[in-house]
């Protein structure tokens, strides 16, 4: 028996070897479908070096065609006796997030001059250790310590309820998962809702021709529930969506199989409108590359590595939450493109940017203080307590760092508590640069 | 479509691939070691992770903590030629580091122990990765070549056939190795019997560090090699552990190419149900990545359970029991103060104390379910963070509509039914394996079922308040986010259940889990239900457990679905801080909570020490966890308990601390109910058949009540398999009538308790009790009344008359206070018979009883036993002491090949020309009483 098992072995070597030395003529990369024609014109390209992991210091796209502009005060409400707000911040053990978050309040406090009229921000910050009872413990002091609002990426392990209950206003990623915080009333995210990043995208496709696509969802109760809604919204948007999943972290998808099960059902696009987790984006890309027939593809936010590998990709699209450097020019005001100048120079300053660069952490972490501060402005408050930030800042209406104006209080839904957001299509180009494809629709 | 099923099956190769090299590592360590490494992945992913960052950054890692940890080659980067030797040289380096430190010095450690130094390593690898490398997976240049090729008109992946064929190669390769090299067939001499292989001038310990490394740098090099597969990050393999396992256990812990088959095959159906989960017709509750992990789970179940036979156990020289288990008494003022002390803290710790405190205390719980099932019964678990989950599943779903306490309730009800039914497979299956089987089955319960949207929905997924009598109970009201009426909550409750265990471990019930936990052969024999008791523990640990976890549910007011809060590495931490604590004490369990994250220790400490976050914690605890194992593996509170025994002992007082029972002055005989007819034991035709061999062959005996009959023969005769057919311990045909009653179709500890008592060759004692202890453990039914009534007030059955004339009968009283194994041999012959004699028995079956025995010894047993006879107690009397057995039987019977060749009296036996071919022969002249 045990020779029969050793010769079947060696057999299976030999077949194994034999057929992965085969010949490949009949294997295809795959190459993009002929692009939409655009209005938009392409962009200049002098430098497009970049990485496939955090660098150090990377420049991601051509130089910023704007100078970094004069740090202009603050407009908007003044406050009897200025002095510091405190926020929450619950931080995230990834390199360089927490110094990226700090740049962005020094920014506001030092270049800024505060807001309403000199207050500046304090920052009571909490480590999170991924677990609920370590963020219940940090709301616990940030109540304690009588902040104004929680920030931080670690809100997704937070219950929205217990901001609820404790009158705290949330502000920057969705509280627990976007279905959980948008189950619930009165915190405020301007995390896009639902609709937002999962519509818009779909309907940007739709307008360029696509009429049935694979989208990738990631394998658990949020990706189940997001692939739910997103279908609902492309029948309703004219574009039919076939969901396939991804294993979600910390588990480890098989990129191949999955970009394979999408490709199976015959798309003719295949789209992940959420690559939240670091290897994700690089996955998918190199998934789409190898695999054969795949059909032009949609990748969320994968800045980085669409330019790491443009050569192979060029007339696929991403899509972004900000504008991308080099792309100033079609910026939607003056002051969206002098704040990726702005930011660019805050991050060349920082020994870890985060995440690669991707602008997603613009205007997540960097951007953070100074949405917060923008959105603070425009409330119809003399004083800034927690009180009277959370009953008001759902009505915020203000500009997005990087991103434009968004405007909290145009729900479709009361209990909705993400605000809308601007969000950008762009197609890649071979040489690594993109070309504007425009705003996707602000879908609410 | 068939060509996709294809194209799928062999895209499964790759993962197949890596979960085949994890499971060959697996093998190949258990074969040298004994041990099931959980920390394998995490080995061969440092050296994975050191080779890739020596290839882009030019910069050699060092697995050191706090110290430079960078050493620059070429800050251009390495070849792979160069960086590959350096990465996989790391891995040895730690991977022998490892073994000379933690594990060779635990080789006769209990095995839990083992199971928690590897659960130790693992994090704290973990941890050193994440600091040195960070949390993002890698996305590694690959080795082999990544393009498509296309077969037949299947498109498929040119790394995925290149690594299988790497990794089959690399098991015929080394399965030839084992069986064709010396070293090879070593390692195989030591895995059967590591006595034997030493006496055979191998040396067991070289040859475990052998493996050990061995398996780390075969296993490095395959994640290596699969790294453009699969990204590589600092925890991204440690998952593969549940897949791995099952395809080892499927290879059976032994074989190579099996294992290496049954994990390609894994991989190639996870990638097709992926596939086949777009299809229209998949159910849609299976829609989930859960049905992935369920896979593996009943891989194992299958492989272990329902196949049939366990897996082989290693034939270790020396294993440790597990720690002692301390029994106390209640002191009520104590009891008192302390949970006035701790109401006190409540009220006057902050915020952020109380909310540690309120950790504590659900963490003593959690610890407190673990002391149940693996400190009194010796099962090992892995899913208690599943039954906690189960629990904090129900009381989210039950929503409003079930009030405080009925939610509790109900959940506490469904986590008690799943810990019963979890706990099924520890009927057959003990130890390392039970641990696999309980972790499989808790990764299963976890992604199939929690993380399952069909069956929680994210945006339902909060928990309402306790409430009792209209006071909100809840930990958070308003910006109030601290409550002390939650504090107290849980404080009440973990008093009742420390109480309720503490009654446990005091009782009958006690005692029968720790005859379990001792010796189950010897438990069956003594009419312990082994079966019944093992579930009966399973389902109170998981209850406790399910307390903790509705406690859970309520501290965070949600079902957190992402959180991994009742994921199964969260069993691994529970598992890891009691043992650290004390396993077997419920002191260890107090100390455990204390320690646990987010308890009180890590809050103090992160307090005083500004650098300490979570994954310094983490990796503080990891290390603690293995310093402890090595120099102390019964935990913190075992050690203390250790040294004021030493304190006692040498006050001559150590029976105080142990809290032994004393025996009441007088006890008196059974009093048995007059059979019908005689004789009290007919066994008839009674045939055992192991595959082909015919170890007994149709032979029947008769004995009387008050007789003593002998059953003689030549080693090899089938004595003892006799014994074990007629008492139940081996299967066989034919019939056994007890007092006209049958017992042939009855289990073991029902023939036990229907009055057929026996004893054993070996011995077979309860090492944890003392002797008159052991006595006890026959005298109580364990019924669900007991039980029940052991919990609330514990049977206080210390004086039970049979048992006290037993001990007399057989002279043992001067020594009730005794371990067994302080005893001389005859006296320890002497208790088994004791214990047997205490459970009322009918008819005693005594093997070999003066095995060992000095004249002196054997004469004085040959008088106690016709005073046992004298009581109308029928014994059975198989021994190899002709002087003896001449002298004191009524009848002989002579057992030769598994037949018996003669019957009768001790005379005609003598003369018997049969019987003198075949046994006696010369020895007949030269026996005397108590010669041998």
Redesign the interface.
């Known amino acids: 028996m045990k020779k029969i098992r050793y010769l079947i072995g060696v057999l299976l070597v030999f077949a194994l070897v034999a057929a992965a030395c085969g010949d490949d003529d009949g294997a295809e990369t795959p190459e993009a479908e002929p692009a939409a024609e655009t209005t938009s014109s392409a962009l200049d390209a002098e430098e497009a070096t970049t990485t496939t992991e955090a660098p150090t210091t990377t420049t991601i796209a051509p130089e910023s065609t704007a100078s970094a502009p004069e740090p202009e005060p603050m407009p908007g409400c003044m406050t009897d006796s200025p002095g510091a707000v405190k926020i929450g911040y619950l931080g995230l053990p990834l390199p360089g997030n927490d110094e990226l978050f700090a740049a962005g309040v020094d920014y506001v406090n030092d270049e800024l001059g505060g807001f309403c009229g000199g207050n500046t921000f304090e920052v009571v910050s909490c480590q999170s250790l991924f677990t609920p009872e370590s963020t219940v413990d940090c709301l616990n002091q940030f109540i304690a310590e009588d902040v104004v609002v929680a920030t931080g990426l670690t809100l997704l392990f937070v219950n929205p309820n217990d901001l609820t209950s404790a009158r705290l206003a949330s502000f920057g990623a969705a509280p627990g998962s976007v279905p959980e915080a948008e189950s619930v009333e009165s915190s405020t995210h301007f995390f896009p809702p639902s609709t937002a990043f999962l519509g818009a995208p779909i309907a940007a496709m739709g307008e360029l021709g696509f009429e049935n696509g694979g989208v990738f969802f990631t394998d658990n109760a949020s990706g189940q529930s997001s692939a739910e809604t997103a279908a609902e919204l492309a029948d309703g948007l004219g574009v039919s969506i076939t969901p396939t999943f991804f294993a979600a972290a910390p588990e480890v998808p098989d990129w191949a199989a999955a970009m394979l099960t999408a490709v199976a059902s015959g798309p003719d696009f295949v789209g992940a409108q959420i690559l939240s987790a670091p290897g994700d984006c690089p996955g998918f890309i190199s998934a789409a590359i190898n695999t054969p027939n795949t059909p032009p593809f949609l990748a969320a936010s994968c800045a980085v590595d669409a330019i790491a590998n443009a050569a192979d990709i060029a007339g696929n699209y991403i899509y972004s939450f900000t504008i991308l450097p080099g792309d100033e020019a079609n910026a939607p005001t003056d002051q969206v493109a002098d704040e990726v100048g702005i930011y660019r120079n805050a991050v060349a300053d920082l020994p870890n940017a985060p995440l690669g660069g991707e602008f997603g952490s613009a205007r997540d972490v960097f951007g953070t203080a100074i949405n917060l501060a923008r959105a603070i402005e425009s409330l119809p408050i003399t004083e800034i307590t927690g009180d009277t930030v959370y009953d008001n800042l759902p009505s915020a209406a203000f500009d997005v760092f990087m991103a434009g104006p968004v405007d909290c209080t145009a729900r479709p839904d009361a209990g909705q508590t993400g605000c809308g957001t601007n969000m950008w299509l762009y197609e890649i180009v071979a040489d690594g640069t993109f070309i504007n494809r425009g705003l996707l629709p602000v879908l609410q | 479509m068939l060509d ?1 099923y294809l ?2 099956a062999i ?2 190769l ?2 197949g691939s890596i979960y085949a090299s994890l499971g060959m590592g697996l093998v190949i360590t258990y074969k040298g070691t004994g041990i099931i490494n959980f920390s394998l992945a995490a080995l061969a992913a440092w050296g994975a992770l050191v080779t890739d960052e020596l290839r882009t950054t030019g910069e050699f890692v060092l697995p050191v903590f706090i110290i430079p940890d960078r050493v620059t080659i070429d800050s251009g980067g390495l070849n792979l030629w160069t960086a590959l030797p350096l990465g996989l040289l790391s891995t040895v380096v730690l991977a022998l580091f490892s073994y000379l430190a933690i594990f060779r010095p635990m080789r006769t450690a209990p095995v839990l122990a083992r199971i928690v130094a590897s659960i130790g390593l693992l994090t704290t690898l973990q941890t050193l990765m994440l600091l040195r490398f ?6 590694v240049e690959g080795i082999l ?7 037949a ?1 299947l ?8 690594i ?2 790497i990794v ?2 690399a ?2 390769l080394v ?2 190795w084992f ?1 064709k090299s010396r070293t090879g067939l070593a390692i195989r001499a030591t895995a059967e019997n590591e006595e034997a292989a030493s006496l055979a001038r191998f040396s067991p310990t070289s040859l475990a560090g052998v493996t050990w490394v061995a398996s780390a740098a075969l296993t490095g090099l395959m994640l290596i090699l699969a790294s453009s ?3 590589l ?1 600092p ?2 393999y440690s ?1 593969f552990v549940v897949p791995a396992l099952a395809a080892a256990l499927v290879g059976r812990l032994s074989s190579l ?2 294992t ?1 088959a049954a994990g390609l095959a894994l991989g190639m159906l996870q ?1 097709e149900v ?2 086949l ?2 299809r229209s017709w998949w159910p849609n509750f299976a ?3 859960g049905v992935f992990d369920a896979v593996p789970f009943v891989i194992i179940v299958f492989a272990l359970f329902i196949a049939g036979r366990g897996l082989p156990e290693r034939g270790a020289t020396v294993q440790a029991r597990l720690p002692d288990v301390i029994r106390v008494t209640p002191r009520w003022p104590l009891v008192g103060l302390s949970f006035a002390a701790v109401t006190a803290l409540a009220y006057l710790f ?3 104390y109380r ?2 405190l309120t ?1 504590t205390l659900i963490g003593v719980l959690v610890a407190l379910s673990i002391v149940v099932l693996t400190g009194l019964v010796g099962q090992i678990t892995l899913a208690q963070a599943a039954f906690a989950g189960a629990s904090a599943f129900l009381v989210m779903k039950l929503g409003d509509g079930w009030p405080f306490p009925l939610n509790m309730i109900a959940a506490v009800a469904l986590a008690t039914v799943l810990g019963t039914i979890v706990g099924i497979p520890a009927l057959r299956i003990r130890g390392a394996q039970l641990a696999v089987v309980t972790m499989a089955g808790a990764v299963a319960i976890e992604r199939f079922v929690f ?3 069909r069956f ?7 928990v309402h308040d306790p409430e009792l009598f209209g006071l909100n109970l809840g ?5 109030e ?2 409550r002390v009426h939650f504090t107290l909550l849980v404080l009440v409750l973990v008093t009742v259940s420390l109480l309720l265990v503490t009654n446990i471990i005091r009782s009958s019930t006690g005692r029968r889990f720790l005859a379990v936990r001792s010796n189950e052969r010897a438990a069956a024999s003594s009419g312990v239900d082994v079966a019944q008791t093992k579930l009966l523990a399973f389902a109170i640990s998981s209850a406790i457990a399910g307390l903790a976890g509705t406690m859970m549910a309520f ?4 079902f ?6 009742f994921a199964v590495f969260a069993s691994l931490n529970f598992v890891v801080f009691a043992y650290l604590g004390g396993i077997s004490s419920i002191n260890g369990a107090l100390i455990a909570g204390v320690m646990a ?2 308890g009180i220790a890590f809050v103090i400490i992160n307090d005083y020490f500004d650098f300490f ?3 310094e914690y983490a990796a503080l605890a990891g290390i603690l966890l293995i310093v402890t194992m090595v120099i102390n593996p019964i935990g913190i509170a075992g050690a203390a308990e250790e040294r004021r025994l030493a304190k006692l002992a040498a006050k001559g007082e150590e029976d105080q601390l142990r809290h032994t029972p004393r025996m009441p002055e007088e006890g008196a005989p059974p009093e048995l109910e007059p059979s019908p007819g005689s004789p009290a034991l007919s066994v008839d035709g009674l045939t055992v058949r192991y595959g082909g061999l015919i170890a007994v062959n149709g032979a029947s005996v008769e004995v009387g009540a008050g007789e003593i009959v002998g059953l003689i023969g030549p080693n090899g005769a089938g004595k003892t398999t006799f014994v074990d057919a007629a008492t139940g311990f081996t299967p066989a045909t034919g019939t056994v009538t007890l007092a006209g009653r049958r017992l042939d179709d009855r289990s073991a500890h029902r023939r036990a308790r229907a009055g057929l008592g026996r004893t054993w060759q070996s011995g077979e004692f309860f090492a944890d009790m003392s002797a008159y202890e052991n006595v006890l453990v026959p005298t109580t039914a364990g019924t669900v009344r007991q039980v029940a009534k052991d919990i609330v007030s514990p049977t206080r059955d210390t004086a039970v008359s049979t048992a006290v004339w037993a001990m007399d009968l057989l002279g043992l009283r001067g020594d009730a206070t005794s371990r067994p194994q302080d005893l001389s041999l005859g006296k320890r012959k002497l208790l088994g018979v004791a214990r047997c004699l205490a459970g009322n028995p009918r008819v005693v079956c005594l093997d070999e009883p003066a095995a060992g025995l000095d004249s002196g010894e054997s004469r004085e047993l040959g008088t106690r036993l016709r005073d046992v006879a004298g009581t109308g107690i029928g014994v059975f009397l198989i021994d190899h002491d002709m002087g003896l057995v001449l002298d004191v039987c009524d009848r002989i019977y002579v057992l030769n090949f598994g037949e018996i060749i003669a019957a009768g009296t001790p005379e005609e036996i003598q003369s018997d020309p049969a019987v003198i071919d075949a046994y006696l022969g010369e020895e007949t002249a030269d026996a005397a009483p108590g010669g041998s």
């Open positions: 996709t194209t799928f895209l499964g790759g993962f960070g949390e993002t997976p890698r996305n070549p990544k393009e498509w090729v296309t077969i008109g498109g498929i992946p040119r790394d995925r056939l290149y299988a064929a089959v190669g098991a015929l399965g030839a069986r597969i699969v990204p990050g925890t991204t998952l190419t099996v290496t990638t992926g596939f989960r777009g829609d989930t990545s902050s915020n952020t909310l540690a950790s993380a399952n949207p929680v929905d994210p945006s339902e997924s909060q930990r958070q009201v308003g910006r986010t601290a501290f965070l007011g949600q957190a679905t992402d959180s991994n809060q994250p987010s976050g979570g994954r």
